[in-house]
């Protein structure tokens, strides 16, 4: 008996080293997860980082870029204050139009400039917002019945179609011209397909939508769309805002009629309202 239990002895004591070593082994194993561990713990670091970034960034420039509008700017560029103190910054190279802001200005975010803030600007209207969502924002423009209505309401008759000058590439005047003050809701005249939304060259911020009679429509010199290419619209629903972006001697909605969604190809804005109905 003494024999088997000096046996038994020596083999319980490597039984013991086996499970030093499989100990051993299960603590390195769980080397990597510590590790793992310690990345997880230093990701809010790297957010705080991120974060401190785009605070030191909102004290730089912005070039202005078409459809950008300052409430845009401001909540991308993280304005401390919001699109009022950037306008407010920012008022000699705006003017006194916060909504009406043009691709190349250059902005100041934040900084040093803040302290001249003349606060000019504090009581301003808020610059109409870009969305892409396409719905109204006010109620739809009235309809005649007949399918058909007027691009803006309460304005005057401006620049006609046709009428020659030599300040029009093609020698005259390609649309109608409402005269409506910036900030005016702008409507699509009858239901139809958004084909171009964005920024127009001389024309500014423009729309062109096609119409189920094969006719396009083209809304320009607008200081906000409310639509994207592709978008269906009903007559009378909000598609933008006016202004006077582009090439314009003051705020005004140019509004065309055309037999492609292409210049040139202009017909009588006019007559075609008044043929579907609509009082101009």
Do not use: C
Request: net charge positive; charged share 15%.
């Amino acid at each position: 008996m003494p024999a088997k239990g000096k046996h038994r002895r020596p083999k319980s004591q490597r039984l013991t080293r086996k499970l030093a070593v499989a100990g051993t082994g299960s603590a390195a194993l769980a080397l990597p997860l510590m590790a793992a561990t310690g990345a997880h713990a230093a990701a809010p670091v790297a957010a705080h980082t991120q974060q401190a970034d785009a605070k030191k960034h909102a004290h730089g420039t912005y070039t202005v870029k078409p459809h950008d509008t300052l409430s845009k700017i401001a909540h991308e560029k993280h304005v401390r204050g919001g699109w009022k103190h950037l306008y407010r910054i920012n008022h000699k190279v705006i003017g006194d139009d916060p909504a009406l802001i043009h691709p190349g200005q250059k902005l100041v975010l934040g900084g040093a400039s803040a302290a001249a803030a003349d606060g000019r600007a504090s009581g301003a209207k808020a610059p109409a917002a870009q969305s892409s969502a396409g719905k109204a924002t006010d109620a739809a423009a009235p309809s005649t019945g007949s399918g058909y209505t007027l691009p803006v309401e309460g304005a005057t008759l401006g620049t006609p179609w046709h009428q020659a000058g030599s300040m029009w590439s093609s020698g005259y005047h390609t649309g109608q011209d409402f005269i409506v003050p910036t900030g005016t809701s702008v409507h699509a005249v009858a239901d139809g397909t958004v084909v171009t939304a964005g920024w127009g060259g001389a024309y500014g911020n423009q729309v062109v939508i096609k119409h189920s009679d094969g006719k396009y429509s083209q809304y320009a010199h607008m200081s906000a769309l409310k639509v994207t290419a592709g978008q269906t619209v009903k007559e009378g629903q909000e598609i933008g805002i006016s202004g006077a972006t582009g090439n314009v001697t003051g705020p005004h909605l140019h509004f065309e009629i055309r037999t492609t969604p292409d210049y040139g190809s202009d017909i009588d804005p006019v007559a075609y309202l008044r043929s579907h109905g609509v009082n101009v």
